[in-house]
């Protein structure tokens, strides 16, 4: 997926040279998944995971496009745990190291996934093999589906 998200993915983003669009892959343990299939909706104890890398073009046999260059830009994972975290979701960010560092409630990726998440504060709607479970076990957020709604007319 490749949308833009709070400051510091920003500024990830800015850090690329001109033209060189950034890569975002979105990684989910395969027990959450599969609930998520079944219930349209996330177990608590899910691990999103966020790796945004940087791109290049014109190597190799590829001259028309972009791929995914080999250095990471940033790891980000969105956890859920109901008993641990005010609203049930945290996100922890890592910061050049092995361990991760929770970003403070305060930070703006909260309120815009709280505002703009389709599914329980998550961008459910930029995956297009997860967005038509969640519509089919009705799970969509009242804000999403307003927002759906107004970009229709």
């Not at 080999?70 to 049930?88: L, S, W, Y």
């Not at 329980?120 to 093999?129: E, I, K, L, N, S």
Request: some cysteine; glycine content about 8%; proline content about 5%.
């Amino acid at each position: 997926m490749t949308f833009g998200r709070n400051r510091r993915h920003r500024v990830l983003r800015e850090k690329a040279p001109e033209g060189e669009p950034m890569f975002d892959n979105t990684f989910v343990d395969p027990e959450s998944y599969r609930e998520f299939v079944r219930t349209g909706t996330w177990p608590d104890k899910t691990q999103i995971v966020l790796e945004v890398r940087r791109s290049a073009s014109k190597g190799s046999i590829n001259q028309h496009g972009h791929y995914q260059r080999g250095d990471v830009q940033g790891i980000e994972v969105h956890v859920k745990d109901a008993a641990r975290f005010k609203g049930g979701w945290a996100f922890f960010g890592f910061e050049g190291g092995s361990s991760a560092k929770k970003i403070p409630e305060a930070a703006s990726c909260y309120s815009c996934h709280a505002a703009h998440g389709a599914v329980d504060t998550t961008f459910v709607q930029f995956y297009p093999t997860l967005l038509p479970l969640a519509r089919q076990q009705a799970t969509l957020s009242a804000a999403f589906l307003e927002e759906e709604a107004k970009a229709i007319k």
